[in-house]
Nanobody, 124 residues
Framework: QVQLVESGGGLVQAGGSLRLSCAAS????????MAWFRQAPGKEREFVAA????????YYEDSVKGRFTISRVNAKNTVYLQMTSVQPEDTAIYYC?????????????????WGQGTPVSVSS
């Protein structure tokens, strides 16, 4: 099993940048593919980005391509989401997720493990 704790959320102006972190503990971090999801007020949770176990492969939801970057440092048991050119529609609670399977080139649906989330609010 793995435990996930997100950090780095906060208030940012439109056009600005923010980096989210997710620290993992428990089973070996490199055993897990990792992803970020988000849930905006009044909306369903949606997939944002995923990274393979080695970090060599990534996949993004269309609306964040070219603006967000997912990466991981296995030696630090941490996955990141670098957010740039943020817009008010990026306002949401952002969740880190993990699964033993990397679902390549498609949005994740139901990962096995979730963090508690970190809120991001983008002001216009």
């Amino acid at each position: 099993q793995v435990q996930l704790v997100e950090s780095g959320g906060g208030l940012v102006q439109a056009g600005g940048s923010l980096r989210l972190s997710c620290a993992a503990s428990g089973r070996a971090f490199s055993d897990y593919a990792m992803a970020w999801f988000r849930q905006a007020p009044g909306k369903e949770r949606e997939f944002v980005a995923a990274v393979s176990k080695s970090g060599g492969n990534t996949y993004y939801e269309d609306s964040v391509k070219g603006r967000f970057t997912i990466s991981r440092v296995n030696a630090k048991n941490t996955v990141y989401l670098q957010m740039t050119s943020v817009q008010p529609e990026d306002t949401a609670i952002y969740y880190c997720a993990a699964d033993l399977i990397y679902y390549s080139n498609r949005p994740w649906k139901n990962p096995a493990y979730w963090g508690q989330g970190t809120p991001v609010s983008v002001s216009s």
